[in-house]
């Protein structure tokens, strides 16, 4: 029987010392509204779950908010992005997907043009803000899976 909690904080550990920021922009939708919250490390790890990776690379930690984590981020401070219904459509009518499009209004928000990078989490965060590196994560966004941590370790 895996320890879950164990598992969880491993995954934690290993991904935010090989990140290249501990910085991160949270965003997620609430009330029919979209918003972003500003988090650290140690807040991004209340507000991850673990979960079964896809395609047996093991577990995965994952930005997956509850109400109640939802509450705790707007009362973080946080920033409404767009409805819901906008956003809905941008990703309807786009060829990204809704991480890559709340990548794109973060982004645009900060007067920044966006472009699809595949930049690595170990090289760079998504967008640089007044000189400091922000990894974006949309709800329900995977971080890492064990799979992907091994190989970076052993690299």
């Known amino acids: 029987m895996v320890n879950k909690e164990i598992v969880t904080k491993m995954l934690q550990d290993t991904y935010h010392k090989l990140a290249a920021t501990d910085k991160y922009i949270l965003v997620y939708t609430i009330g029919g509204v979209v918003y972003m919250t500003f988090a650290n490390a140690d807040f991004v790890n209340r507000v991850t779950k673990l979960d079964k990776a896809s395609r047996g690379q093991g577990y995965a ?29 941008m990703v309807n009518n786009s ?33 640089n803000i007044d000189g400091i590196e922000y990894q974006i994560k949309f709800e329900k966004a995977t971080f890492t899976n064990e799979k992907a941590l091994t190989n970076l370790v052993k690299a």
């Not at 809704?98 to 699809?116: D, N, P, R």
């Open 61 to 89: 930690l994952r930005f997956c908010p509850n109400k109640a984590q939802k509450e705790m981020l707007l009362a973080q401070g946080a920033t409404p992005l767009c409805s819901v219904a906008l956003f809905d459509y």
């Open 95 to 127: 060829k990204y997907n809704k991480g890559e499009i709340a990548e794109k209004i973060v982004t645009e928000y900060f007067g920044q043009e966006w472009k699809k990078d595949n930049i690595p989490f170990t090289v760079a965060g998504d967008i």
